[in-house]
């Protein structure tokens, strides 16, 4: 069924990627609905959720505030828009923070099993980077084996979700600069257990708690604290522990890395325990074999959104695509199946995949979709599962419709896999020339640029045009998540990429061999940037909230970037957002955001929808920074 003229796209209106027009064509053809034609048949959108100010916390309600400030003014208990508005965002805080925390939890209970030998299928590859974090939590290595190290460690960990005392996280003691931990505890903010922190929220915003939006957002800042400086940093560093830690990796982006005459197997989510599985399987003599009986050439993996991030940086798998690209992944008629473990995973996939022969196969007990075939990933029995997957996708590859097959030829080159660690040796072993470079000039500051897609943006353009804006200033770019793929996609990940920077950056690249712009990882590697910052401030003998540094999530989505916007202001860094948060229903909120927070943590949001705004304010925020420290602007 074609889609009706009037719900058609002009895919130049909503991606700036190569390639995609002839899918989002070929998906209007073939009677395809997308996620661009939903946003439009939501259209407009509800306007009390788009100010926050909507409450459905209890059955009295659903309560609205009128945004004009006529009646009614409050909810049937009382709240105010102040209140709700206060409640619903650290609720998405929340959510944010028990996503990416609950992913480190499957991590460390696989790291825990490999420690105490119940789980063959996994294994210390980093030893080295276990001693570190071992060493920072106080726990003795010298003449210790590695696997006691690693049950110390476990231990300690496991107590991060669950342990009753008001002392800050061992993650935050260990981890973070003494000047921001000074700085959250002063504040109230200080993190003290990741599950505790949640549940607080939960608690706080029921019917009849927490009225105050100044504790509400306090609340909400110490739970993604907790998120940053523990759950994604747990996340961060087991998956380094167990699967290596990230170095520069050369690969390929867009959907031209889909190979015609192969079985084509995209996996897609956020957590690495699969996918590197997969990968693993996939490329096994046995599996590639038995494509060869079912008529293919190979079998292919290619990856899409974090768990993509996580196999592009440790083993070069080529990456497919970003968040709003997973469904013209299956348009192109030539995947066999797309492994889904949990975050991001849209379930109209499954409306998608009935159009074409692809499989969803859905591997999480906590991420199911109707529709969608599940296998449950054990992890005790990882290769056993991996295979059984790749085995499934394999034998689907004789129901591919060859006449419906069209793989864009678009693909770009790019380099992944900047560690905090790949960036300190090419930096020779210290931070110290990076120190030198920002405090005389050579560079001017660094952008972490985080987050998703959104179609209310146009796809990518959010993205890179701050990139682009901000290297041209002299200004070096790091990221993760959806942004590195996107800047992946437009060739920003390359060092030839550098002669779109300015002068000093042009200059540090090409000595360094880097591209101006430092793929760092997936969501939860946001914790990479948390280290870097705090290992600069200390290097420059600074509180993290003097450097000339910004954030920023042009093209937000998630609840996890709230979560992690909230973290890096809470941490001293200045975040912009590129999509307007629901909160416009509450000035006094709205205030508290954008300008009380800097007299407490010394950071602000601040939020612009036009990119090429965005860097130029950014850019003369990251100037008053060197201005303060006497640094040349
Ligand atoms: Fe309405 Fe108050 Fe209940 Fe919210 S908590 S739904 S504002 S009565
Ligand atoms: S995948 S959370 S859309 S970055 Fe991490 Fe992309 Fe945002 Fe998902």
Same mark, same amino acid.
């Given at each position: 069924?074609?889609?009706?003229?009037?719900?058609?796209?002009?895919?130049e209106?909503?991606?700036?990627v190569k390639?995609?027009d002839?899918l989002i064509y070929?998906a209007?053809?073939?009677?395809v609905? $997308?996620?661009?034609?939903r946003f439009?048949?939501?259209q407009?959108q509800?306007?009390?959720?788009?100010?926050g100010?909507?409450?459905r916390?209890?059955?009295?309600?659903?309560?609205?505030?009128?945004?004009f400030?006529?009646e009614p003014?409050?909810g049937?208990?009382?709240?105010?828009a102040?209140?709700?508005?206060?409640?619903n965002?650290?609720?998405m805080?929340a959510?944010?923070a028990?996503?990416?925390s609950?992913h480190?939890?499957?991590?460390l209970?696989v790291?825990?099993d490999?420690?105490w030998g119940?789980?063959?299928a996994y294994?210390?590859?980093?030893?080295?980077?276990?001693k570190?974090l071992a060493?920072?939590l106080?726990i003795?290595t010298?003449g210790?084996?590695?696997?006691?190290?690693?049950?110390?460690?476990?231990?300690v960990?496991?107590?991060e979700?669950?342990k009753q005392?008001?002392?800050? $996280?061992?993650?935050v003691?260990?981890?973070?600069?003494?000047k921001?931990?000074?700085v959250?505890l002063?504040?109230?903010i200080c993190?003290r257990n990741i599950?505790r922190?949640?549940?607080?929220?939960?608690?706080?915003?029921?019917?009849?708690?927490?009225?105050?939006p100044v504790?509400?957002?306090?609340q909400g800042?110490?739970?993604a604290l907790?998120?940053?400086w523990?759950?994604?940093?747990?996340?961060?560093?087991?998956s380094d522990i167990?699967f290596?830690t990230p170095?520069?990796?050369?690969?390929?982006?867009n959907l031209?890395v889909?190979?015609e005459?192969?079985?084509?197997?995209?996996v897609?989510g956020h957590?690495?325990l699969?996918s590197?599985?997969?990968?693993?399987?996939?490329?096994?003599?046995?599996?590639?074999?038995l494509a060869r009986?079912y008529g293919?050439?190979?079998v292919?993996?290619?990856?899409?959104c974090?768990?993509?991030n996580e196999?592009?940086m440790?083993?070069?798998v080529p990456?497919?695509?970003?968040m709003?690209?997973q469904?013209?992944?299956i348009?192109t008629g030539?995947?066999e199946?797309?492994v889904?473990d949990?975050?991001?995973?849209?379930?109209a996939l499954?409306?998608v995949?009935?159009?074409?022969?692809t499989k969803l196969i859905?591997?999480e007990k906590?991420?199911?979709i109707?529709g969608?075939?599940h296998?449950?990933?054990?992890?005790?029995r990882a290769?056993?599962?991996?295979?059984?997957?790749v085995r499934?996708?394999?034998e689907?590859?004789?129901n591919?419709v060859?006449?419906k097959?069209?793989?864009?030829?678009e693909?770009v080159?790019?380099?992944?896999g900047f560690?905090?660690?790949a960036?300190?040796?090419?930096l020779?072993?210290?931070l110290k020339p990076l120190?030198?470079a920002?405090r005389?000039?050579v560079?001017?500051?660094?952008?972490?640029i985080?987050?998703?897609?959104?179609?209310?943006?146009?796809h990518t353009y959010?993205?890179?045009?701050?990139?682009?804006?901000?290297?041209k200033?002299?200004?070096?770019?790091v990221g993760?998540?959806?942004?590195a793929?996107?800047?992946?996609?437009?060739? $920003?990940?390359?060092?030839?990429?550098a002669s779109m920077a300015g002068?000093?950056?042009?200059?540090?690249c090409?000595k360094?061999?880097i591209?101006?712009?430092?793929?760092?990882?997936?969501c939860?590697?946001?914790?990479?940037m948390l280290?870097l910052?705090?290992?600069?401030?200390d290097?420059l003998g !600074?509180?993290?909230?003097?450097?000339p540094?910004?954030?920023s999530a042009?093209?937000w989505?998630?609840?996890?970037a709230v979560?992690?916007g909230?973290y890096f202001?809470?941490?001293?860094v200045?975040?912009h957002l590129?999509v307007v948060?629901?909160?416009l229903?509450?000035?006094?909120?709205?205030?508290i955001?954008?300008?009380? $927070?800097?007299?407490? !943590?010394g950071a602000?949001?601040?939020?612009?929808?036009?990119?090429?705004k965005a860097?130029e304010y950014?850019a003369?925020?990251?100037?008053e920074k060197r201005?303060?420290?006497g640094w040349?602007?």
């Amino acid at each position: 069924m074609k889609s009706p003229r009037s719900l058609r796209i002009k895919p130049e209106d909503v991606t700036t990627v190569k390639g995609l027009d002839k899918l989002i064509y070929k998906a209007e053809e073939e009677g395809v609905e $997308l996620a661009w034609h939903r946003f439009m048949k939501q259209q407009p959108q509800c306007g009390f959720g788009l100010l926050g100010i909507c409450c459905r916390n209890c059955a009295m309600g659903p309560c609205r505030i009128n945004p004009f400030g006529g009646e009614p003014s409050r909810g049937v208990c009382g709240a105010t828009a102040d209140t709700i508005v206060a409640r619903n965002l650290i609720r998405m805080i929340a959510a944010g923070a028990a996503a990416h925390s609950d992913h480190a939890r499957d991590i460390l209970y696989v790291f825990r099993d490999v420690a105490w030998g119940r789980n063959k299928a996994y294994k210390i590859t980093d030893p080295e980077k276990l001693k570190w974090l071992a060493g920072k939590l106080g726990i003795k290595t010298v003449g210790r084996s590695i696997m006691d190290v690693a049950k110390d460690v476990a231990a300690v960990l496991e107590k991060e979700f669950g342990k009753q005392d008001e002392e800050p $996280l061992a993650l935050v003691k260990a981890l973070a600069p003494r000047k921001r931990l000074a700085v959250w505890l002063k504040a109230g903010i200080c993190p003290r257990n990741i599950d505790r922190e949640i549940v607080e929220i939960m608690h706080r915003t029921h019917m009849g708690v927490d009225a105050d939006p100044v504790s509400l957002i306090a609340q909400g800042a110490r739970a993604a604290l907790a998120d940053g400086w523990s759950g994604s940093m747990m996340a961060t560093l087991l998956s380094d522990i167990l699967f290596g830690t990230p170095k520069p990796v050369k690969a390929t982006a867009n959907l031209g890395v889909l190979k015609e005459d192969y079985v084509n197997i995209i996996v897609h989510g956020h957590n690495p325990l699969l996918s590197m599985k997969i990968v693993e399987a996939a490329m096994s003599k046995e599996m590639q074999e038995l494509a060869r009986k079912y008529g293919a050439k190979g079998v292919n993996v290619a990856g899409m959104c974090c768990t993509g991030n996580e196999v592009l940086m440790r083993l070069g798998v080529p990456i497919a695509g970003s968040m709003l690209m997973q469904e013209l992944a299956i348009v192109t008629g030539a995947v066999e199946a797309i492994v889904a473990d949990y975050q991001c995973i849209m379930p109209a996939l499954v409306t998608v995949a009935q159009c074409y022969h692809t499989k969803l196969i859905t591997t999480e007990k906590k991420a199911k979709i109707p529709g969608a075939l599940h296998i449950e990933f054990d992890p005790a029995r990882a290769d056993e599962c991996a295979r059984e997957i790749v085995r499934i996708a394999i034998e689907n590859y004789q129901n591919r419709v060859p006449e419906k097959v069209f793989i864009p030829k678009e693909k770009v080159e790019l380099v992944a896999g900047f560690s905090v660690e790949a960036i300190l040796s090419a930096l020779g072993g210290t931070l110290k020339p990076l120190a030198d470079a920002l405090r005389s000039g050579v560079i001017k500051g660094v952008v972490g640029i985080v987050g998703c897609n959104n179609p209310k943006v146009k796809h990518t353009y959010g993205h890179v045009e701050l990139t682009k804006e901000l290297i041209k200033r002299d200004i070096l770019v790091v990221g993760t998540g959806c942004w590195a793929i996107a800047a992946a996609l437009h060739g $920003l990940l390359t060092p030839k990429a550098a002669s779109m920077a300015g002068p000093g950056l042009r200059k540090l690249c090409a000595k360094l061999g880097i591209p101006p712009a430092l793929h760092m990882g997936s969501c939860v590697d946001c914790s990479r940037m948390l280290l870097l910052l705090g290992m600069l401030a200390d290097e420059l003998g !600074v509180d993290i909230s003097d450097l000339p540094v910004a954030g920023s999530a042009p093209e937000w989505m998630s609840e996890k970037a709230v979560s992690i916007g909230t973290y890096f202001v809470a941490s001293g860094v200045l975040v912009h957002l590129g999509v307007v948060p629901p909160v416009l229903g509450s000035e006094k909120v709205t205030k508290i955001l954008t300008e009380d $927070l800097e007299a407490i !943590v010394g950071a602000r949001f601040y939020v612009e929808t036009d990119p090429k705004k965005a860097a130029e304010y950014i850019a003369e925020y990251i100037e008053e920074k060197r201005r303060r420290l006497g640094w040349p602007v």
